[in-house]
């Protein structure tokens, strides 16, 4: 049973700093690439970052290019996102999620972190 833990998330001022950490259990975390995503009230969710099995290639949404980068760590089959210059309207339920190699389609999620940008 594979299963994706966020945490880090939180209550920061506007322009602050974030790091959330996902940890994967129970598969092969060197062969999925991983993305985050978040999603507030009212909002379709939103894919902000991905990062490929080898670490070698990344995607960033364009309103996050800049602020945000995404990391992993093999070894301990866990993936991160870094979160800088935050903005209230960054508020939102954050998730990662795997997917096999360069699949296109989503194997697991992760229960969420709630991350709150106050102004």
């Known amino acids: 049973q594979v299963q994706l833990v966020e945490s880090g998330g939180g209550l920061v001022q506007a322009g602050g700093s974030l790091r959330l950490s996902c940890v994967v259990s129970?598969?092969?975390?060197?062969?999925?690439?991983m993305d985050w995503f978040r999603q507030a009230p009212g909002k379709e969710r939103e894919r902000l970052a991905a990062?490929?099995?080898?670490?070698?290639?990344?995607y960033y949404l364009d309103s996050v290019k800049g602020r945000f980068t995404i990391s992993r760590d093999n070894a301990n089959n866990t993936v991160y996102l870094q979160m800088n210059s935050l903005k209230p309207e960054d508020t939102a339920t954050y998730y990662c999620?795997?997917?096999?190699?360069?699949?296109?389609?989503?194997?697991?999620w992760g229960q969420g972190t709630q991350v709150t940008v106050f102004s």
């Open positions: 990062i490929s099995w080898r670490g070698n290639s990344a």
């Open positions: 129970g598969g092969t975390f060197n062969t999925y690439s």
């Open positions: 999620a795997s997917r096999w190699g360069a699949a296109i389609t989503y194997d697991y």
